[in-house]
Structures are given as C-alpha cells and as structure tokens.
C-alpha cells in the first residue's frame, strides 16, 4: 500500500543547470532496462507505521536531498541531445529536477522476502518503484521506493537508468546517502567526491559514433542490454551461495586438474561453476556451442586511466564461447575457469582491442539463445551499506528477470560470492539440484 510519494530535489546550494554529453561506455546502455535492486534492512527495534512516517522517513528524505546536491545529475533526465534529431543522447540537470521517491507500506513476510529461498518473483517485485513517465524523449534516471513492513523491517528499493552510470558509480552514491542519513542533518564529507567530466574517457576508436548507429540500426527491444526474455509468470527468485570453503575447493580443483602455477580469481571460479551448472540445466546439444558474458571494469585499462571517481559508465564486456560437450563434460569447471581466466588476462592486455565491434558481438552472442551474462559485482561491496540499523539480511537484484542475467554479490558476511537467478520455478528447481549436488561432490572429495 502506498503512503506517499513525493519528489526530492537536490539541497539547496549552487547546483548549476549542466547537460553532460554521453562517453561511448554509456551509449551501451540507451535502450537498457533499468537496474533494479532491493536492499533489506531488519529494524533493531519496533516501529510503529507513525514512527516509520514521523521520523525515518523524513530523516530519508532530508539526507536523501542532501545526497544528491553531490550527485544531482542522478535528479536530471536521459534526453535527446537536439530536439530535432534522434541521432544522439545526453543528460540533462536543471534547477527543480528531482528524484521521484514513494513510500509504502506492506504485511507480507519479511523474513520469508529477504531469505535466499526459492519464492515467486511478484511477490518480491512489488517492492520496487515504477519511474515516472514522461516521454520517448526525456527519461528519469533514478527512482527509489522505501517500504516498511511493520515491527519487521524497511526494504529501500532503487530502479536506475544504466546510461546514468554503471554498479560502482550508483554504490558511491548509495553508501554516501547512507552515511548521509546517519550523520544526522549534517552534510558529511564524501570520499572522493564524483567527477562528471566526460572527457576524461578517451574515445580512441570513435566508438561512440559507432554504437549510436549500432543502436539505431536494432529495434529497441533487440539492442544490447535491452531485454531479451518473455517474462514469466510463474518465475522465481532464488540466491545461491558458494562459499569461501567452496570456492578454495573449487581452486584446489583447478590447481591439481589445470596444472597450471596460476590461481583463478574467486570471480573466475564462482563464475566459472555458475556456468556450467547452468548449461547442464539447459537442453543444449553437445555440438553446440555455449557463451558468457561478464562486465569488465576498464577504468585502470584505459589510456590514460579513468580515476575511480569518474561518475559515468566505464564497463566493457568480456565474451567468452566454449563447445557444450567440453562445459558438460567431467573436467567442465576446469574447461570454463580457464575460458574465463584467459579473457580475464587478455582485458588487461588491451581492453579496447575489439572495441569497434562490442555492440554487435553482444547482439550475436545474445541473440543465440545459449548465453549466460552477469550483473553486479562483489567487489560493490552492497552488504557495508549501513543506514544505522546494521547490515542489510539480503540484497536483491531484480531487473536480472529481464535480462536473464545471473547477480553476483559478496556473501552477507563478507565472505564468499551470492549468485541470484531468476526463472521459471522448473528451472531453478534443477538449477538448484546440479549446483548443490556438485557442492556435495565438493564436500566428500
């Protein structure tokens, strides 16, 4: 049930009206659905509905105002760059643009909706804000939802436009508005603060150029990042975790089998074991072939290097194609860790080598049918957001129904990897059955 909406601009001060011209890297992203996550927060003590609208939810507001004078293109709206034309994009902030914040007010389980169970997906999807509507011409960027669930629990929810900026970029934002609402009113010192400069990303390639007639030349539906999937209407939601102690036995695994000096990445093997657990759940024929799609970070690859701090998208993707009769075969984690261990190493070579030819490459490995991509990254570190009610029980992405996309996270207690995956309940079911069946295997070896 919704109890309010409401509109939050950035705090006053000098926030100038600012177009910002998209990189390449965000050009990617024009036609994307937007990124949804869910953050669960358990209430250390009871709260009553007028507790939660008297004093939490102004304190969000307020400190929520407070953030985005640090981050006010996240206020402004995806627009085209010439009025007159549909040939190119561009973020545009003004002075009264805001961010469209509701809140609501739910009794389902909390417990149930933020445990790693098996459950339907619109029970969990009610969670997350609808962006305003505006026009094919003017999109919002950022809508948040804050739901409480009395004597139980908040659940904040975000739907972000991904041309905004990429997983990194909105964590900083994130954990800033966090640290924000626990200072209390006072306007904390963010670290480092978010540099919008669009032309500290070199385009070498004139890729951007390149992915706007890429992206013309596709259907809206059919262009990279958009969705791909029929949505279900019997889908579910699950989280599956692998361990530190599983993910050491897994290396150990590689070391002995690959013989190689080298030890993968816990990114690599976690990966690595999510893929092939997967295809083996897939009706794929042995001549076929199989693909994986992960996102590359490329702020340190470029020439010169992106600082951390840059507020945009600077992700790449890392492709990788493997025979299925390999991935299914005895030795398959060790096939797929090494696949994704040598495009690993080859993005640090030289992360633009491909460039030029990224949006249809995606287009084609996503167009087969027998892709696996990710969203999200451990190293985002989603479970240190602290509002000052402790760390969230669970973190939920829920766009990945869209995209098909598995969401890798830290384990909750800092250690080990979450893989999240939505399906039809039949798929997750034997998903489930292949991925804790090998663990076991993992177990008595």
């Known amino acids: 049930m919704v109890l309010k909406k409401s509109s939050v601009c950035p705090s006053s001060g000098c926030v100038p009206e600012a177009t910002f011209p998209l990189t390449f890297f965000d050009v990617l992203w024009i036609h994307a659905h937007p990124v949804e996550r ?40 995806l627009r085209h760059s010439d009025l007159n034309s549909s040939t190119d994009f561009e ?55 804050v739901t409480f669930f009395p004597n139980s629990g908040i659940s904040i929810a975000i739907a972000l436009h991904h041309a905004a900026c990429d997983g990194l970029n909105f964590m900083h934002f994130f954990k800033s508005w966090a640290l924000a609402y626990r200072s209390e009113g006072s ?8 540099m919008f400069d669009r032309s500290l990303v070199n385009d070498p390639h004139g890729c951007h150029s390149i992915f706007l007639q890429d992206l013309l030349s596709f259907p809206a539906e059919e ?8 949505v279900w209407d019997d889908a579910v939601c699950a989280t599956f975790l692998l361990s530190l102690e599983h993910i050491q036995s897994l290396k150990k695994i590689f070391s002995t089998k690959s013989r190689e000096n ?103 490995f996503v167009g087969t049918g027998k892709s696996l991509t990710t969203a999200g990254s451990p ?37 080990g990897i979450e893989i999240g995956f939505v399906r039809t309940k039949a798929i997750i079911d034997e998903f489930s059955s292949v991925f804790y ?9």
Request: hydrophobic fraction near 35%; include cysteine.
């Open 38 to 77: 869910i953050f669960f927060y358990p209430l250390p003590q009871h709260y009553c509905t007028t507790d939660f609208m008297n004093s939490i939810v102004p304190s969000l507001t307020s400190s929520l105002s407070l953030t985005l004078h640090h981050f006010y293109p996240l206020a402004g709206k």
């Open 187 to 194: 306007v904390p010192l963010f670290h480092p603060p978010p």
């Open 262 to 364: 080298k030890t993968p990445s816990s990114f690599a093997v976690a990966c690595a074991y999510a893929w092939v657990c997967y295809v083996k759940t897939r009706d794929y024929s042995i001549k076929e072939r199989a693909y994986f799609l992960f996102a590359v970070d490329c702020r340190g690859k470029l020439k010169p290097p992106v600082p951390a701090a840059f507020f945009g998208n600077c992700i790449g993707p890392g492709f990788i194609e493997e025979d299925v009769e390999r991935l299914i075969g005895e030795d398959g984690f060790v096939v797929a860790c090494k696949a994704i261990g040598r495009t690993i190493e080859a993005c640090k070579d030289d992360i633009l080598k491909d460039v030029q030819e990224w949006t249809k490459k995606i287009n084609t």
């Open 91 to 145: 973020i545009h902030y003004k002075h009264g643009d805001s961010v469209s914040l509701t809140v609501a007010e739910s009794h389902a389980d909390f417990q149930l909706l933020s445990s790693n169970h098996a459950q339907p997906f619109n029970d969990v999807y009610t969670l997350v804000p609808v962006p305003d509507k505006f026009s094919d011409d003017s999109k919002p960027l950022l809508s948040l939802q």
């Open 223 to 230: 262009a990279p990042g958009s969705s791909k999937l029929a």
């Open 437 to 445: 069946n090998g663990l076991e295997l993992l177990h008595s070896a």
């Open 379 to 415: 190293n985002f570190r989603v479970y240190d957001v602290d509002f000052g009610w402790g760390r969230p029980s669970k973190v939920q992405v829920t766009s990945i129904q869209k995209t098909g996309a598995i969401c890798l996270a830290e384990g909750k207690q800092g250690q």
